[in-house]
T-cell receptor, first 108, second 114 residues
Framework: GIQVEQSPPDLILQEGANSTLRCNFS?????LQWFHQNPWGQLINLFY???GTKQNGRLSATTVATERYSLLYISSSQTTDSGVYFC??????????FGSGTQLTVLP | NAGVTQTPKFQVLKTGQSMTLQCAQD?????MSWYRQDPGMGLRLIHY???????DQGEVPNGYNVSRSTTEDFPLRLLSAAPSQTSVYFC?????????????FGEGSRLTVL
């Protein structure tokens, strides 16, 4: 199956800083999503982005499908951005494969 | 609009006991799935269903059963609980298939097996 690698595994930022999270995948994909798991364990959709670029407020994402990677940008980070960010992908198979996540801590 | 609803949110079992985790969605989604999340790991797919009457195995199906008698409900059954099944379980659904749709998650069910 498709392999998904996320980097960095851990990231600590000061409030107001910017960050870039990376997701590499091993095969062509029809589906790529970014999720945020907050400290209470809830999983929230951030982006559905199998290709191209999307923006939602301070967050944006870019997927370069031909080079098999996606980037999640967080600008002007806030303490509420803390949590784990997951990338998940699916190719032709009927299942999403998750990376092991990036643990983000934003300090006040 | 409730979205994806899981019950119970917390459960403690003894080894060998059986139980069912309930999942219901009110979005008329065809695709539903169950994941487990263990500490320091991403989510791993247990079972999924592409519509009523159709189920299939994911990455870690052993020890779990599912059925899909209606579009709305997708229960996960543990037949004889083992400590290795201590985990947080998430149900998710999407209108499209997993390879095309945006996935929505329930709030999770934390299971401890003693």
């Amino acid at each position: 199956g498709i392999q998904v690698e996320q980097s960095p595994p851990d990231l600590i930022l000061q409030e107001g800083a910017n960050s870039t999270l990376r997701c590499n995948f091993s095969d062509s994909v029809n589906n790529l999503q970014w999720f945020h798991q907050n400290p209470w364990g809830q999983l929230i959709n951030l982006f559905y982005i199998p290709s191209g670029t999307k923006q939602n407020g301070r967050l944006s994402a870019t997927t370069v499908a031909t080079e098999r990677y996606s980037l999640l940008y967080i600008s002007s980070s806030q303490t509420t951005d803390s949590g784990v960010y997951f990338c998940a992908v699916a190719g032709s198979a009927r299942q999403l494969t998750f990376g092991s996540g990036t643990q983000l801590t934003v300090l006040p | 609009n409730a979205g994806v609803t899981q019950t119970p949110k917390f459960q403690v079992l003894k080894t060998g006991q059986s139980m069912t985790l309930q999942c219901a969605q009110d979005m008329n989604h065809e695709y539903m799935s169950w994941y487990r999340q263990d500490p320091g790991m991403g989510l791993r797919l247990i079972h999924y269903s592409v519509g009523a009457g159709i189920t299939d195995q994911g990455e870690v199906p052993n020890g779990y059963n599912v059925s899909r008698s209606t579009t709305e409900d997708f229960p996960l059954r543990l037949l004889s609980a083992a400590p290795s099944q201590t985990s947080v379980y998430f149900c998710a659904s999407t209108q499209g298939g997993a390879n095309t749709g945006e996935l929505f998650f329930g709030e999770g069910s934390r299971l401890t097996v003693l």
